[in-house]
């Protein structure tokens, strides 16, 4: 089947959704997603950032279909024609998407450890804007602890659902969930179990937004003074690939999170050991930096590009500091093995 997003073409199998069709196509054209997630099943369909307008339905029924449609939940026909970037339409539907997601969901960027891989902060970068018309009291959820290792931050959840796929596919014993329905929907516990299965962990690393964090990385670090490098080790647990990105400051892992592509999803999933007990450089075959967009957030301490050189007037003991950090940051003295192939 042959199906043409913003005037490129690509050729796909039946069932291929127009989402997944414009990822094989790639650019700008790909429509941004906060809920689908290629890796889980039946995910999709819940936040609306992806739509696109269908201009042609088919070579069967050139008629247009009058609605915009979620690209993710969408199948391509054969003579489809999408507008995707290209449309007033789906630019002021996105930005209308992106302020709905907004009204709820607090401005604490600056102490979110989500913040520089946030999907939402993406979002609103490109589509959101400056001021807000919502003049009423946001919602607010009494804190609730879900275990050691995960922190919930209810109030900024945008209840894409991803991580209630993860607990249904990747673990053998779910104890979370949407409860409540419309203005009440939140992720909970059922009964205040905690949740506790060796996958639970890729749970953080679904979430589009700051509502599910890493406890054992907490405040420790902004994720643009760690450099990330690609690591592995032979790990016992079926079920899981021990390939990962491990992120480091100076020669200390400070977190370990699943290898992610250039849509924030993770390749492989990996369990809860690699994740949170493997903190040591000796614990893993470090196989070299990972690789990041150039207008990455990670991208800020990359001295390895020439900079201007500034010259800063100041105490000395302040430079020492500033001295000390940036050998760390810039990980002059770790080794790293180069994987023998
Ligand atoms: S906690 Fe995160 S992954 Fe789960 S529904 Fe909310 S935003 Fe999605
Ligand atoms: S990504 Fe399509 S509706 Fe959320």
């Not at 069709?21 to 689908?36: E, F, H, K, N, Q």
């Not at 690609?230 to 079926?238: D, L």
């Not at 075959?285 to 990670?298: A, L, M, R």
Request: proline content about 4%; hydrophobic content about 30%; aromatic content about 6%.
């Amino acid at each position: 089947m042959k199906v043409t997003i913003d005037g490129q073409s690509v050729e796909v199998e039946p069932g291929t959704t127009i989402l997944q069709a414009a990822r094989m196509i790639g650019g700008d054209l790909v429509p941004p997603a906060m809920c689908y997630y290629s890796k889980l099943k039946g995910t999709g369909g819940k936040c609306r950032c992806c739509l696109v307008e269908v201009s042609k339905g088919s070579e069967a029924d050139p008629r247009p279909m009058p609605k915009l449609v979620a690209s993710c939940v969408t199948g391509c026909m054969d003579g489809m024609e999408v507008n995707s970037k290209n449309s007033d339409r789906v630019t002021e539907a996105r930005k209308a998407v992106t302020e709905f997601l907004l009204i709820n969901h607090p401005l604490d960027c600056p102490v979110c450890d989500q913040a520089g891989e946030c999907h939402l902060q993406d979002l609103s970068f490109e589509h959101g804007k400056a001021k807000t018309r919502f003049i009423e009291e946001k919602r607010t959820f009494e804190p609730e602890n879900i275990g050691d290792k995960i922190q919930l931050h209810m109030n900024r959840c945008i209840l894409c659902q991803r991580c209630v796929q993860v607990a249904e596919q990747l673990t053998d014993n779910r104890v979370h969930g949407v409860l409540n329905r419309g203005d009440h929907a939140q992720i909970s516990t059922c009964v205040s179990a905690a949740i506790d299965n060796e996958f639970s962990g890729n749970m953080i690393d679904v979430c589009p937004v700051g509502a599910l964090t890493d406890k054992t990385f907490r405040f420790k670090s902004r994720v643009w003074f760690n450099k990330p490098f690609n690591a592995h080790r032979e790990c016992t647990t079926p079920g899981c690939c021990g390939e990962v990105t491990v992120w480091m400051f100076g020669n200390e892992i400070q977190r370990v999170t699943g290898r992610k592509d250039q849509y924030g999803e993770v390749e492989n999933f990996i369990c809860n050991t690699c994740r949170y007990d493997k903190k040591e450089v000796s614990d893993w075959v470090i196989e070299g930096p990972k690789k990041f967009e150039k207008d990455s957030v990670i991208n800020q301490n990359n001295y390895t590009r020439k900079l201007d050189k500034v010259v800063i007037n100041t105490e000395a003991q302040i430079l020492f500091g500033r001295e000390e950090d940036r050998k760390k940051i810039s990980m002059t003295e770790v080794p790293f093995k180069k994987e023998e192939n």
